[in-house]
């Protein structure tokens, strides 16, 4: 893993932070930034140039939200984010994408967001999408991670698809070596939980089978996060060191 890189983030909705990968981070003396685009005053127009110059950022996250990727009429500033990361992308930059942060890339480089058939909240188990090609991100055959999301993104042209499960087919690509989008939440830790179950309004549009109750997620027991957060630990490195 390489040391001192100048990581930038964009955050969507207000107290998420960065995540778990905060610590990982700071441990290789990166210089960490962020865009708050939740903090932009929406009568505003948001212009490119307000967005930091991609030379000056060696890896992009793209955090989660609540918001969809199609929602350019209430959030204006969406469709400056996608233009930003397009050109991100085009220099062959480093780049995670969580949840909403995975569509977001998605979206830009024209793949559809949409509905998903069922919602997915809480803990579930993906799986690894058998693979011919050779230069992939090293995944176990299954994983228990966090959900959290109504809407899924379809593979962009040109990526692999990674990781699936019954609910939701698609759960993470790749593109290239460089970039790499996730549909769940490897970042989630106790207090983002914490964070998120405290959003009655948003808890509440969600429901169905495959929905598990705030109270029984507000009992989560610290072990159950280790496999995300590590996880996402190693996605940093292996696009990091693509680069």
Same mark, same amino acid.
């Given at each position: 893993?390489k040391s001192?890189l100048?990581?930038?983030?964009?955050?969507?909705?207000?107290?998420?932070?960065?995540?778990?990968c905060?610590?990982?981070l700071?441990?290789?003396q990166?210089?960490i930034?962020? *865009?708050?685009? $939740?903090? +932009? @005053?929406?009568d /505003?127009?948001?212009?490119i140039?307000a967005?930091?110059?991609?030379d000056?950022?060696?890896?992009?996250?793209i955090m989660?939200?609540?918001?969809?990727v199609?929602?350019?009429a209430?959030?204006?500033w969406?469709?400056?984010?996608k233009r930003?990361i397009?050109?991100?992308?085009?220099?062959?930059?480093?780049?995670i994408?969580?949840?909403?942060?995975?569509q977001?890339?998605?979206n830009?480089?024209?793949?559809a967001v949409?509905r998903?058939?069922?919602?997915e909240?809480?803990?579930t188990?993906v799986h690894?999408?058998p693979?011919?090609a *050779?230069q992939? $991100?090293p +995944? @176990?055959?299954s /994983?228990?991670?966090?959900?959290w999301h109504?809407?899924t993104?379809?593979?962009?042209?040109?990526?692999?698809?990674?990781?699936e499960n019954?609910?939701?087919r698609?759960?993470m690509?790749?593109?290239?070596?460089?970039?790499l989008?996730?549909?769940?939440?490897?970042?989630?830790?106790?207090q983002?939980?914490?964070?998120?179950?405290?959003?009655?309004?948003?808890?509440a549009?969600f429901?169905?089978?495959?929905?598990?109750?705030?109270?029984q997620?507000?009992?989560?027991?610290?072990?159950?996060?280790?496999?995300?957060?590590?996880l996402?630990?190693?996605?940093i490195e292996?696009?990091?060191?693509a680069s």
């Amino acid at each position: 893993m390489k040391s001192h890189l100048k990581v930038h983030y964009f955050q969507h909705i207000a107290g998420e932070g960065f995540g778990s990968c905060y610590d990982f981070l700071k441990t290789h003396q990166s210089k960490i930034t962020a *865009t708050e685009f $939740f903090a +932009l @005053p929406p009568d /505003l127009p948001l212009e490119i140039e307000a967005l930091p110059r991609i030379d000056d950022v060696d890896l992009l996250i793209i955090m989660g939200g609540t918001m969809s990727v199609n929602d350019e009429a209430n959030f204006p500033w969406l469709k400056i984010e996608k233009r930003w990361i397009r050109r991100y992308l085009a220099a062959g930059k480093p780049a995670i994408g969580l949840c909403l942060g995975g569509q977001l890339i998605a979206n830009a480089l024209g793949a559809a967001v949409s509905r998903n058939p069922f919602q997915e909240l809480g803990w579930t188990t993906v799986h690894r999408v058998p693979q011919s090609a *050779t230069q992939c $991100f090293p +995944l @176990p055959s299954s /994983l228990h991670v966090m959900q959290w999301h109504s809407e899924t993104f379809e593979i962009p042209k040109g990526a692999i698809h990674l990781a699936e499960n019954d609910v939701c087919r698609n759960q993470m690509y790749q593109i290239g070596q460089n970039v790499l989008g996730f549909q769940f939440h490897p970042e989630i830790t106790p207090q983002t939980l914490e964070l998120f179950l405290e959003n009655d309004d948003e808890v509440a549009i969600f429901h169905g089978e495959y929905v598990q109750p705030a109270n029984q997620l507000k009992q989560s027991k610290q072990s159950k996060f280790i496999e995300g957060n590590q996880l996402l630990n190693q996605a940093i490195e292996y696009v990091v060191n693509a680069s």
